[in-house]
């Protein structure tokens, strides 16, 4: 089975400083990696994901992550936020190789993006 | 539509009802997910369809809960009995296939659910 743990629940930060969300995982086979974001009243919308290959992966308005192994973490990154980002954060997991798409979620991270 | 339709988007019930939530994938997408977010509880996964294949209910929490999927596309979630602690917000996703690696799942905007 898979898990995900995502260490904050709420994270603030000025607007134009950089930020880190941090995902932890655990599984016992092959993963895919994925952070989602919700906006007020909306659905979730993909921002990137993590398949295979570079470790590093980029995704939209400017987000980053990087998949690290050794460590099972997957931490979204933004070198300079905007208020518009304000948003909640989900780092999910689905299995590799045969999956069904289902998606085991982290509990979320509030980004608050302060003026 | 476009997109992935879900309704109602609130829904205010007394415990003990029944309540129906409906979902309307993107045409043309055989696989279809609801998943469930609470307070304290995050997002869970609860039941997929995928195409004419038996469902995967394996996340419903209780036998209070079950889902259909119509004609292979429109999916209504049923809840029997509500209780407090059902209340949440309903998520319903859908893609063209199963494989997270070549199909995006596209979100709903949720059912808020409210159980007095």
């Known amino acids: 089975a898979q898990s995900v743990t995502q260490l904050d629940s709420q994270v603030p930060v000025f607007e134009e400083a950089p930020v880190e969300l941090r995902c932890n995982y655990s599984?016992?086979?092959?993963?895919?990696l994925f952070w989602y974001v919700q906006y007020p009243n909306q659905g979730l919308q993909l921002l990137l994901k993590?398949?295979?290959?570079?470790?590093l992966v980029k995704g939209i308005n400017g987000f980053e992550a990087e998949f690290n192994k050794s460590q099972t973490s997957f931490h979204l990154r933004k070198p300079s936020v905007h208020i518009s980002d304000t948003a909640e954060y989900f780092c999910?997991?689905?299995?590799?190789?045969?999956?069904?798409?289902?998606?085991?979620f982290g509990q979320g991270t509030t980004l608050q993006v302060k003026p | 539509g476009a997109g992935v339709s879900q309704s109602p988007s609130n829904k205010v019930t007394e415990k003990g009802k029944d309540v129906e939530l409906r979902c309307d994938p993107i045409?043309?997408?055989?696989?279809l997910y609801w998943y469930r977010q609470s307070l304290g509880q995050g997002l869970e996964f609860l039941i997929y369809?995928?195409?004419?294949?038996?469902?995967?209910k394996s996340g419903l929490p209780s036998d209070r809960f079950s889902a259909e999927r119509t004609g292979g596309s429109v999916s209504t979630l049923t809840i029997q009995r509500t209780q407090q602690e059902d209340s949440a917000v309903y998520l319903c996703?859908?893609?063209?296939?199963?494989?997270?690696?070549?199909?995006?799942?596209?979100f709903g905007a949720g059912t808020r659910l409210s159980v007095l």
């Open positions: 993590y398949l295979s290959g570079s470790t």
């Open positions: 369809f995928q195409g004419n294949s038996a469902p995967d």
């Open positions: 599984s016992s086979v092959s993963v895919y």
């Open positions: 045409s043309g997408h055989t696989a």
């Open positions: 996703a859908s893609s063209l296939a199963t494989d997270i690696a070549k199909n995006i799942q596209y």
């Open positions: 999910a997991v689905s299995r590799g190789s045969g999956n069904t798409g289902k998606l085991i």
